[in-house]
């Protein structure tokens, strides 16, 4: 067998796949929580998704992204605000 076979032959392996017989669909049970994704059954034994997976959706990720571009632009605002030679006026007594 060359490399190639054994890497497949690997990851194969590492899939479990389950098959929901009331709507007669195939699902891997890691990305759906261990349930099916149409009508909720678990199969016994299911593997559960990886730790990481299960954090990556719990993330609201356009709150994060909307928050990064907010800093982004502000940033830039500075930036271009100093560059024009605008100061914040202090006040000294």
Do not use: K, N
């Not at 593997?47 to 959706?57: K, N, S, T, V, Y």
């Amino acid at each position: 067998m060359s490399a190639l076979s054994h890497i497949v032959l690997r990851r194969t392996a590492r899939s479990s796949r389950a098959y929901c017989e009331l709507d007669r669909w195939s699902f891997d049970p890691r990305y759906t929580d261990g349930v099916c994704p149409i009508c909720g059954w678990a199969p016994a034994g299911a593997a559960a998704a990886p730790r990481w997976l299960r954090w990556f959706r719990r993330v609201e990720w356009d709150l994060v992204g909307l928050f990064a571009l907010f800093v982004a632009l502000t940033f830039v605002g500075v930036l271009v605000a100093y560059a024009a030679g605008i100061r914040l006026p202090i006040h000294q007594h």
